[in-house]
């Protein structure tokens, strides 16, 4: 193959390059650019000589600053990098360029499950909440009897799902940061996958009570199998059994529901990123971006989220706000990060990881700069907080971590009932309460997981497909694995832990 680079803003002064096998010392582009060095795949080339504390560019945008003499042709790695500044946020613009709306996408629909509440299942799973980790195991234990003795009756239920977590005593329950956590367990018990009133099993004696994390007029805890309290039961058998019954139940309930014909409107679809690298910003993501501009056109809701990974690129989101209050509520959550990351004597160029590096991304400003892509040019319609439900339509920015546990927990809480992952290194991440479409960055990473990668936007670099091509294969994708299609990651069950975000103190 010849050697290939990638550019993508013609201010740029640094290209990446595209050869699965990287290029050799001497290889020569067909620009007539020589590499000095041998040079990995997906890292970084000088496309002329840059002086000492000259900007490096790409995107258009300052990723670092050269921080001795980079001859034409050189590997652009980390260590010839100094980090700029965070943009800062007391003078951010605030709405001066909100995008004109996009044409509507009219007819493109579903098969999935219509909710009481007005939201829209893309599976039907019974789901049982725990209100303490004391439980979990026990709950862990009948789960395994319930999708092996009854489950195999009711057809029409894809799963059963507990959902454990460590919170629930031992904290300080009415610190301003436990509400974080708590909404959290409460948005996820009403993820429109579970399809209407969650099963809760309590301890009894725990500080997260049923009626502290429902409201108390919650009709799951007036009724009699609505709430399993295990201090309220006479031995383990007994217990198990006790939550068997009520499953029972409610997965007679469950069964009664088809697939129909839904409005893609009714899709919350969240969308993250995992193992980046070089190529994430040019491949992956901005066919993610593509395809959220479709699915915003269709009128569903499009998350993105990880504040620090927004955080070097928040100047391009402000300018794009619906208004000047959507701008605000960004900044707000911007701020809120820094103030938390401080407290721990951290600061976002820890979130860049050993794979990143590998991978190419120098720092945490060229890879919030890729990130941002998976945003598309939709106008920015809302933001919102840790564990907050998401009500809007359109483009919301989901506050969240960038832990891809943690993040991809928080956006069960607002909602989300489909996930994008993109990656560039590789993950078997996957989510037992929505299906997980995986996205790679490089055609290479296909090769090698073929059988955990949905989809391959590698073709982008190779020049085989555009943006617009792979944007619009995983809109229709989708569609499908909303619809029932099942993604690799349903195919082999491979369901990451739920891991919540608890900013406030443990006692």
């Known amino acids: 193959m010849q050697p290939l680079y990638v550019v993508i803003n013609a201010r740029d002064n640094v290209g990446v390059v595209v050869n699965a096998e990287g290029v050799r010392q001497g290889a020569e582009f067909a620009s007539g650019l020589r590499a000095g060095e041998a040079i990995p795949q997906s890292h970084k080339i000088a496309l002329r000589d840059l002086a000492a504390g000259e900007p490096v560019l790409r995107y258009g945008a300052t990723i670092g600053y050269a921080n001795r003499p980079i001859p034409q042709g050189a590997w652009v790695r980390e260590d010839l990098l100094d980090m700029p500044g965070a943009p800062s946020l007391d003078d951010l613009p605030l709405a001066t360029a909100t995008p004109a709306p996009l044409p509507p996408l009219e007819g493109y629909t579903f098969d999935g499950y219509r909710n009481p509440d007005g939201t829209f299942g893309t599976r039907n799973i019974l789901g049982l909440t725990t209100t303490v980790q004391c439980v979990a195991p026990t709950v862990d234990f009948a789960v395994q009897r319930i999708r092996a003795e009854i489950l195999p009756r009711y057809r029409n239920v894809d799963d059963v799902v507990a959902v454990t977590h460590t919170y629930g005593c031992g904290v300080a329950i009415d610190a301003p940061g436990a509400i974080v956590p708590i909404r959290t367990i409460r948005n996820i018990a009403s993820n429109p996958n579970f399809g209407g009133a969650p099963l809760v099993v309590s301890l009894g004696c725990e500080k997260l009570q049923p009626v502290r994390l429902f409201s108390k007029d919650l009709p799951v805890l007036q009724e009699a199998s609505g709430v399993i309290r295990l201090q309220d039961q006479r031995g383990f058998q007994d217990t198990v059994a006790a939550i068997m019954r009520a499953a029972e139940v409610r997965l007679e309930e469950l069964n009664r529901r088809q697939r129909t014909k839904c409005p893609a409107s009714g899709l919350v679809v969240g969308s993250q990123c995992g193992g980046s690298d070089a ?169 090698k997981w073929p059988d955990l990668i949905d989809l391959d936007a590698g073709r982008i670099a190779a020049g085989t497909a555009t943006i617009e091509d792979v944007g619009w294969d995983l809109f229709r994708t989708i569609l499908d694995v909303a619809s029932g299609k099942k993604t690799w990651a349903e195919q082999w069950k491979l369901h990451n832990a739920l891991a919540l975000f608890n900013p406030g103190p443990v006692t």
């Not at 319609?381 to 809007?392: F, I, K, M, P, Y």
């Not at 479409?437 to 296909?446: C, E, F, M, P």
């Open 279 to 447: 190529f994430s910003g040019i491949t992956c993501n901005p066919a993610v971006g593509f395809a959220a501009d479709l699915l915003v056109r269709a009128g569903a809701t499009v998350m993105f989220s990880e504040v620090t990974e927004v955080r070097d690129a928040v100047h391009l989101l402000t300018a794009r706000a619906r208004n000047r209050e959507v701008a605000l509520d960004l900044i707000r959550e911007m701020r809120w990060y820094d103030e938390y990351l401080a407290q721990g004597r951290a600061d976002r160029s820890a979130n860049t990881t050993p794979g990143n590096k590998r991978g190419g991304l120098a720092n945490i400003v060229e890879k919030a700069l890729g990130s941002v892509a998976k945003s598309g040019t939709s106008a920015l319609d809302a933001v919102t907080s840790h564990g907050e439900r998401v009500l809007a339509k359109g483009l919301v920015f989901a506050a969240t971590p960038a832990s891809d546990f943690i993040c991809g927990t928080l956006q069960l809480a607002a909602g989300m009932n489909m996930h994008v992952f993109t990656t560039g290194e590789g993950t078997p991440y996957g989510l037992a309460l929505v299906p997980v479409v995986k996205v790679s960055s490089r055609t290479a990473l296909l090769e």
